[in-house]
C-alpha cells in the first residue's frame, strides 16, 4: 500500500517551515532596517539575499531529492534553518546577521524542494498544495499578531522562523528515507535522473512568468509596511493586526480554492485572479488611509494563495515525479528574492503609487503566458478507474508510483488518449480468416 497519506501531513508541515521566511518578509524587512539602522534599500537587498539562498537550493536539489532521500534532504534543511536564523536572532552585527539569513534561507529552500517533490508525488496535488498554504496562512497570521506585543528588534522574527524548523523535525520520521512515497523498489538515482524532463517548452514558460508574478507582488509586500507605517500613518501593531487579518482573509480564499478544485479548470482562475490582485496592487500602494490599506491588503491576500496554489498544481501536473514543481517553485522563490529590492528601488524612485502601476502592468504581462500554459496543459486527468481500463492492476500500481512508471504506462495526471474506434463486419460475411495478425511488415 501506498505511503502518501501518511506522508502527507509531514510534507505540509516541511511546507510551512520552508515558506515562513517569505510570508514574515514585511515585517522582517521592517525590523531589519529599524532595529540594525540599515536604510530600506540594504534592508530590502538583506531579504532578498535571504530569499535568493532559498531559490539557490530550490534549483541545486530539483533532481536530487530522491537520490538523497526526502528524511535525510529535510533535516539538513531544517538543521540549516535553525542554525542560521537562530544565530541571525542572536547578534547585532550586520555580517552576521547577513550570513545567518544565507544559511537559514538555504535550508528554506531545501524544505521546500523535498515539500515540493512530495506533493507532486500526491494524487491531488491542488489539495495537497492548498493545505500548505491553508497552514502558512495560520501560521504567519498567529504571528503577526504576537510579535508586536512582544518587543522590537530584528531577532524575534528570525528566532520565530527557527522554533518553527525545531518543531517541525521531529515529524520528519515520517518520510521515507531512501525516496519521496514510494512503497515499492523504483529505479536506481541513475535510472530515475535520466528521465527525460517532459513539457520542457511549457515548464519554461510557466517558471519565466511565475518569477515576475511573484517579483512584481513581493516588491509590494516588502515594503507594504512601510507603506502603512509612513504613507498612511499607522502605528505598528494597527499595520500587523491588518496582516493577521489579510492571511485570515486568505484561508477564506484558499479553503474556497480547495473546495472548487478543478470544476473551474486552471486557466480562469490563474488568469482572472492575476488581474483582481493587480488592482489590489493599486490599491495597496496608494493607500493613505486605514480603510484603503486594509482593503488593497486583505483582497489582494484572499486571491493570492488561491492563484499560488493553481499554479502549484499546474507545475506539479507537468511532471508526477516533482522535478517541475521543484524549479517552477524556486524561480517563484527567485521573484520573490527579487521582490523586496526591487520594491524599495521602485519606492524610491516613485514613490509608491508609481510603483504600484508599475507593479499592476507586470502582473498582467505575466498573467497571459500562466493562462497560456494551463490551457495548453489542460485535459482530463486519468481516474483510478481509467487506468485500470487500460492496464490492469500492475499498470494502476505503477501508474501510482512516483518515478517508476514506464513510458508506455498512462500516468496519473497524463491527459486520456483519444480511443479510435475501428468497425468490424458481422454476419455471415465476417469469416474468421478474413482476419490475422498485423506484422511490421504490414505498416506503410
Given at each position: 500500500?501506498?505511503?502518501?497519506?501518511?506522508?502527507?501531513?509531514?510534507?505540509?508541515?516541511?511546507?510551512?517551515?520552508?515558506?515562513?521566511?517569505?510570508?514574515?518578509?514585511?515585517?522582517?524587512?521592517?525590523?531589519?532596517?529599524?532595529?540594525?539602522?540599515?536604510?530600506?534599500?540594504?534592508?530590502?537587498?538583506?531579504?532578498?539575499?535571504?530569499?535568493?539562498?532559498?531559490?539557490?537550493?530550490?534549483?541545486?536539489?530539483?533532481?536530487?531529492?530522491?537520490?538523497?532521500?526526502?528524511?535525510?534532504?529535510a533535516?539538513?534543511?531544517?538543521?540549516?534553518?535553525?542554525?542560521?536564523?537562530g544565530?541571525?536572532?542572536?547578534?547585532?552585527?550586520?555580517?552576521?546577521?547577513?550570513?545567518?539569513?544565507?544559511v537559514?534561507?538555504?535550508?528554506?529552500?531545501?524544505?521546500?524542494?523535498?515539500?515540493?517533490?512530495?506533493?507532486?508525488?500526491?494524487?491531488?496535488?491542488?489539495?495537497?498544495?492548498?493545505?500548505?498554504?491553508?497552514?502558512?496562512?495560520?501560521?504567519?497570521?498567529?504571528?503577526?499578531?504576537?510579535?508586536?506585543?512582544?518587543?522590537?528588534?530584528?531577532?524575534?522574527p528570525?528566532?520565530?522562523?527557527?522554533?518553527a524548523?525545531?518543531?517541525?523535525?521531529?515529524?520528519?520520521a515520517?518520510?521515507?528515507?531512501?525516496?519521496?512515497?514510494?512503497?515499492?523498489?523504483?529505479?536506481?538515482?541513475?535510472?530515475?535522473?535520466?528521465?527525460?524532463?517532459?513539457?520542457?517548452?511549457?515548464?519554461?514558460?510557466?517558471?519565466?512568468?511565475?518569477?515576475?508574478?511573484?517579483?512584481?507582488?513581493?516588491?509590494?509586500?516588502?515594503?507594504?509596511?512601510?507603506?502603512?507605517?509612513?504613507?498612511?500613518?499607522?502605528?505598528?501593531?494597527?499595520?500587523?493586526?491588518?496582516?493577521?487579518?489579510?492571511?485570515?482573509?486568505?484561508?477564506?480564499?484558499?479553503?474556497?480554492?480547495?473546495?472548487?478544485?478543478?470544476?473551474l479548470?486552471?486557466?480562469?482562475?490563474?488568469?482572472?485572479?492575476?488581474?483582481?490582485?493587480?488592482?489590489?496592487?493599486?490599491?495597496?500602494?496608494?493607500?493613505?488611509?486605514?480603510?484603503?490599506?486594509?482593503?488593497?491588503?486583505?483582497?489582494?491576500?484572499?486571491?493570492?494563495?488561491?492563484?499560488?496554489?493553481y499554479?502549484?498544481?499546474?507545475?506539479?501536473?507537468?511532471?508526477?515525479?516533482?522535478?517541475?514543481?521543484?524549479?517552477?517553485?524556486?524561480?517563484?522563490?527567485?521573484g520573490?528574492?527579487?521582490?523586496?529590492?526591487?520594491?524599495?528601488?521602485?519606492?524610491?524612485?516613485?514613490?509608491?503609487?508609481?510603483?504600484?502601476?508599475?507593479?499592476?502592468?507586470?502582473?498582467?504581462?505575466?498573467?497571459?503566458?500562466?493562462?497560456?500554459?494551463?490551457?495548453?496543459?489542460?485535459?482530463?486527468?486519468?481516474?483510478?478507474?481509467?487506468?485500470?481500463?487500460?492496464?490492469?492492476?500492475?499498470?494502476?500500481?505503477?501508474?501510482?508510483?512516483?518515478?517508476?512508471?514506464?513510458?508506455?504506462?498512462?500516468?496519473?495526471?497524463?491527459?486520456?488518449?483519444?480511443?479510435?474506434?475501428?468497425?468490424?463486419?458481422?454476419?455471415?460475411?465476417?469469416?474468421?480468416?478474413?482476419?490475422?495478425?498485423?506484422?511490421?511488415?504490414?505498416?506503410?
Amino acid at each position: 500500500m501506498s505511503s502518501r497519506p501518511r506522508a502527507l501531513g509531514p510534507l505540509v508541515a516541511l511546507f510551512t517551515a520552508g515558506y515562513l521566511a517569505p510570508y514574515l518578509l514585511p515585517t522582517v524587512v521592517g525590523r531589519l532596517s529599524a532595529g540594525l539602522g540599515l536604510s530600506p534599500a540594504q534592508a530590502g537587498l538583506v531579504g532578498s539575499v535571504l530569499l535568493l539562498a532559498s531559490a539557490s537550493a530550490g534549483f541545486t536539489l530539483a533532481a536530487r531529492v530522491e537520490r538523497l532521500g526526502p528524511r535525510r534532504a529535510a533535516r539538513i534543511g531544517l538543521g540549516a534553518m535553525f542554525l542560521g536564523y537562530g544565530s541571525a536572532a542572536l547578534t547585532t552585527s550586520v555580517p552576521l546577521v547577513v550570513g545567518g539569513a544565507v544559511v537559514g534561507g538555504f535550508g528554506s529552500g531545501t524544505a521546500l524542494a523535498v515539500a515540493a517533490a512530495g506533493i507532486a508525488a500526491q494524487r491531488d496535488p491542488h489539495r495537497a498544495s492548498t493545505l500548505g498554504l491553508l497552514t502558512v496562512s495560520a501560521t504567519a497570521g498567529a504571528l503577526y499578531l504576537t510579535l508586536p506585543h512582544l518587543g522590537s528588534g530584528h531577532g524575534l522574527p528570525f528566532a520565530s522562523i527557527a522554533l518553527a524548523a525545531a518543531l517541525v523535525w521531529p515529524l520528519t520520521a515520517g518520510l521515507g528515507a531512501g525516496g519521496v512515497s514510494r512503497p515499492s523498489p523504483t529505479p536506481t538515482p541513475t535510472t530515475a535522473e535520466a528521465t527525460p524532463l517532459p513539457h520542457r517548452r511549457s515548464g519554461l514558460v510557466l517558471a519565466v512568468a511565475i518569477l515576475c508574478w511573484s517579483m512584481a507582488q513581493n516588491a509590494l509586500w516588502g515594503v507594504s509596511g512601510r507603506i502603512g507605517l509612513t504613507q498612511a500613518g499607522l502605528s505598528e501593531v494597527t499595520v500587523g493586526a491588518v496582516f493577521a487579518v489579510a492571511l485570515g482573509a486568505g484561508l477564506a480564499g484558499v479553503t474556497a480554492a480547495g473546495a472548487l478544485g478543478s470544476r473551474l479548470g486552471r486557466a480562469a482562475p490563474i488568469g482572472a485572479g492575476t488581474a483582481i490582485i493587480a488592482v489590489c496592487v493599486l490599491v495597496s500602494s496608494g493607500a493613505e488611509s486605514l480603510p484603503a490599506f486594509a482593503t488593497g491588503e486583505v483582497l489582494w491576500n484572499v486571491f493570492y494563495p488561491v492563484v499560488l496554489s493553481y499554479l502549484l498544481g499546474l507545475a506539479a501536473s507537468l511532471d508526477p515525479r516533482g522535478r517541475w514543481a521543484v524549479l517552477v517553485g524556486s524561480a517563484s522563490s527567485l521573484g520573490v528574492a527579487c521582490g523586496p529590492v526591487t520594491g524599495s528601488i521602485l519606492s524610491e524612485q516613485f514613490g509608491y503609487p508609481g510603483m504600484g502601476l508599475l507593479l499592476c502592468a507586470l502582473l498582467l504581462l505575466a498573467a497571459a503566458p500562466m493562462t497560456a500554459v494551463a490551457l495548453h496543459t489542460s485535459g482530463r486527468p486519468l481516474v483510478p478507474g481509467s487506468i485500470r481500463r487500460r492496464g490492469g492492476a500492475a499498470a494502476a500500481v505503477l501508474a501510482g508510483t512516483t518515478g517508476s512508471t514506464p513510458g508506455l504506462v498512462p500516468q496519473m495526471g497524463a491527459p486520456e488518449q483519444p480511443v479510435t474506434e475501428i468497425p468490424v463486419p458481422s454476419g455471415s460475411g465476417a469469416a474468421q480468416r478474413a482476419f490475422r495478425l498485423a506484422r511490421p511488415s504490414d505498416r506503410g
